[in-house]
């Protein structure tokens, strides 16, 4: 079993900044992948960010590319998200997930370990 705690969310000014952070606990931490997810008001949850456990494999969703940065420090398992750049649409519920497998996969349904999420809200 992995524990997952994100904090982190809050509101923020469009144009703005926040780091989420995910600490782990539980099974070794470094032998996992780990997923950033949201579930905006009325939608489906959807990718954000991936890291592979050795650190050296990241993707991003389209739409936040140049402006979220996902990294994960293995000595404190947690794993980040920086965000910039912030816009109304990244209006979400935050979830961190965890994966234990050779790739690093996009799709939630992968995941086997998820935190309970952290509201992040931008305002316009």
């Known amino acids: 079993q992995v524990q997952l705690v994100e904090s982190g969310g809050g509101l923020v000014q469009a144009g703005g900044s926040l780091r989420l952070s995910c600490a782990a606990s539980?099974?070794?931490?470094?032998?996992?992948?780990m997923g950033w997810f949201r579930r905006a008001p009325g939608k489906d949850r959807e990718f954000v960010a991936a890291i592979m456990w050795n650190d050296n494999t990241k993707y991003y969703r389209g739409s936040v590319k140049g402006r979220f940065t996902i990294s994960r420090d293995n000595a404190q398992n947690t794993v980040y998200l920086q965000m910039n750049s912030l816009t109304p649409e990244d209006t979400a519920v935050y979830y961190c997930?965890?994966?234990?497998?050779?790739?690093?996969?996009?799709?939630?349904?992968?995941?086997?370990?998820w935190g309970q999420g952290t509201q992040v809200t931008v305002s316009s």
């Open positions: 997930a965890a994966d234990r497998a050779p790739v690093v996969h996009t799709t939630e349904y992968e995941y086997n370990y």
């Open positions: 539980g099974r070794t931490f470094t032998v996992y992948n």
